[in-house]
């Protein structure tokens, strides 16, 4: 008998549940493992497109996901999202996407307000490939 860990969702049965989408967790079924993960901001000036890096310090190159926040951190966009950073006079900040190589982890961002600049704060999250 093979054994395994197992947490099923409220009102299943783990013992006896046979669908994936049962469970929250099932040893038996591939999970993605996030195996770095941080933060980076950095500016973008009025109607520019910037890409900023940060290196993730990992052997291989990463699947990545992340995504941006406002200074009050009240709000959070994933890629192809505007967010509209009101504390610096309405900054218009468009997160295109989110992209890795072997050594960072890439974000581009566009601000397409002509007067003011803003801050990018990024959260950003490498998982494990299995091979």
């Not at 008998?1 to 009102?11: A, E, H, L, N, P």
């Not at 195996?35 to 940060?54: C, E, L, M, R």
């Not at 990992?58 to 990545?64: H, K």
């Not at 709000?75 to 900040?93: H, K």
Request: proline share 3%.
């Amino acid at each position: 008998m093979t054994q395994s860990i197992v947490v099923s969702k409220s009102g299943i049965d783990a013992g006896t549940a046979t669908d994936p989408n049962d469970f929250i967790f099932h040893s038996d079924y591939n999970t993605l493992k996030i195996v770095a993960n941080g933060t980076f901001d950095f500016s973008v000036g009025t109607s520019a497109t910037i890409v900023g890096s940060v290196a993730h310090g990992l052997s291989y190159t990463p699947m990545v996901n992340g995504f941006m926040r406002e200074d009050s951190g009240t709000f959070v966009s994933g890629p192809n999202q505007q967010m509209r950073l009101t504390s610096v006079g309405y900054a218009d900040l468009i997160y295109h996407d989110i992209s890795a190589d072997g050594t960072n982890v890439y974000f581009r961002v566009q601000n397409t307000d002509t007067i003011a600049a803003g801050t990018a704060h990024f959260t950003w999250f490498a998982f494990e490939i299995p091979f």
